[in-house]
């Protein structure tokens, strides 16, 4: 069984025309160097800062009825 884990990745997207704006992605995959490779393959122009594991709980959504 392959176990993935969520990675976070902060930096900021640095644009030709110099717009600049800060952010975080988050891929979930085997290894960090893998949530790496895929952030640069997707966002050319995202320059990485840093990587954390985002061990959190997730949130479990129950319906709700509307009336």
Not at 12 to 24: A, K, L, S
Request: charge should be negative; hydrophobic fraction near 35%.
């Amino acid at each position: 069984m392959i176990e993935e884990t969520k990675f976070i990745i902060s930096g900021r997207f640095e644009r030709p025309n110099g717009w600049v704006m800060r952010d975080e992605l988050a891929y979930i995959s085997a290894t960090k160097q893998q949530a790496i490779d895929t952030c640069q393959r997707l966002h050319p122009d995202f320059h990485i800062h840093t990587v954390r594991v985002d061990d959190t709980m997730p949130e479990v959504v129950r319906p709700q009825r509307l009336i």
